[in-house]
Nanobody, 124 residues
């Protein structure tokens, strides 16, 4: 399974971006997908995840209320809508996936597939 992420770029503080991730060889409704990010000098951290079976969503506290993970089954794509972006959101964002949901969805080691990453830069 390959994960193709796109949509990163530069945005001013308070702005918005939408990241997209399209898995090849799997349908998004049957594949647990999420987003992690890694800022310079920091470890990878969980951002958001969507459970494949019931569509439940999970977020890191730092992005709750600002980021939304969603999926479009017709386009077989998962999105991460990021609003009210802050400088601390600057990082490389990775789309991740695994065959089945895990309660440890927030751990990078739980995911077998990682996309190539897309850079998000937020500045004033």
């Amino acid at each position: 399974v390959q994960l193709q992420a796109s949509g990163g770029g530069w945005v001013q503080t308070g702005g918005s971006l939408r990241l997209s991730c399209a898995p090849t060889g799997r349908t998004v409704s049957r594949y647990a997908l999420g987003w992690f990010r890694q800022a310079p000098g920091k470890e990878r951290e969980f951002v958001a995840a969507k459970r494949e079976s019931n569509g439940a969503t999970y977020y890191a506290d730092s992005v709750k209320g600002r980021f939304t993970i969603s999926r479009d089954n017709a386009k077989n794509t998962v999105y991460l809508q990021m609003n009210n972006l802050k400088s601390e959101d600057t990082a490389i964002y990775y789309c991740v996936g695994r065959e089945y949901w895990t309660t440890a969805y927030y751990l990078p080691s739980m995911y077998t597939n990682w996309g190539q990453g897309t850079q998000v830069t937020v500045s004033s």
